[in-house]
């Protein structure tokens, strides 16, 4: 099987299940215009992430990692103005493009962006003694444990707990790894293996995104 397979395969599902409406894409537009990463979860993982939210009854949600506000009004529109989602972007510029597209996309009371390293943000947020019920990171992996630690310390049972690339095209298996990204993933799955205050799986994904995985865990 050929990589172009698992990229036709994630468009015939977008387009069946018209996964993307003109907010989405011109989001992803976005992105490119002002030539930002193209990191955005795919709109295959956009839906799934809708769905998590869904199952978990999701009304307080935090996300590391705006980057143009794509996961981000997913989420918003999980909660459906039952809540709130913040999301976490430590660059300016990237975070002001994503308030235009959460702006556009209708979600400015649902979605706020805070700005600066996640994890003084993250100490610095009030969450008024509600629990988080999903928590998605996408950015910043040499800090997982120490994000999951947060999450975990102020989550319930039933909360979600995601962190996603967490396969690196397979780069994981490399015990020898230089790379902090790769060495950051690999603590975490290590870490969510002996961690028994949580049930977890790592899903291996492919598709236009290429090849990498998520990790899902369940708070007993």
Request: hydrophobic share 40%; no cysteine; net charge negative.
């Given at each position: 099987m050929t990589e172009t397979i698992f990229?036709?395969?994630d468009h015939y599902l977008s387009e069946i299940f018209s996964l993307e409406d003109d907010i989405l894409k011109d989001t992803e537009s976005s992105i490119i215009e002002n030539g930002m990463p193209e990191h955005?979860?795919?709109?295959?993982?956009?839906?799934?992430?809708?769905l998590l939210a869904k199952m978990c009854n999701a009304k307080n949600i935090i996300e590391i990692g705006t980057l143009g506000g794509y996961s981000s009004i997913w989420l918003g529109r999980a909660i459906n103005g039952q809540g709130k989602v913040i999301s976490i972007e430590i660059d300016k510029d990237f975070a002001e493009v994503a308030k235009r597209n959460i702006e556009k996309a209708g979600l400015t009371n649902t979605v706020e962006v805070k700005t600066g390293r996640a994890?003084?943000?993250l100490n610095q947020i009030d969450l008024k003694g509600k629990p988080v019920d999903?928590?998605?990171m996408d950015a910043d992996k040499p800090n997982y444990v120490a994000y999951f630690d947060w999450a975990l310390k102020n989550a319930r049972k039933g909360s979600l707990i995601i962190a996603d690339n967490v396969i690196r095209e397979g780069k994981v298996l490399d015990q020898n790894s230089?790379?902090?990204k790769v060495v950051g993933v690999r603590a975490y799955n290590q870490m969510l293996a002996k961690n028994n205050k949580v049930v977890s799986s790592v899903l291996q994904q492919v598709g236009i995104k290429d090849y990498d995985g998520i990790a899902i865990s369940l708070v007993k």
């Open positions: 990229e036709k395969v955005s979860v795919s709109s295959n993982q956009g839906q799934f992430l809708y994890l003084d943000v999903l928590f998605f230089t790379d902090e």
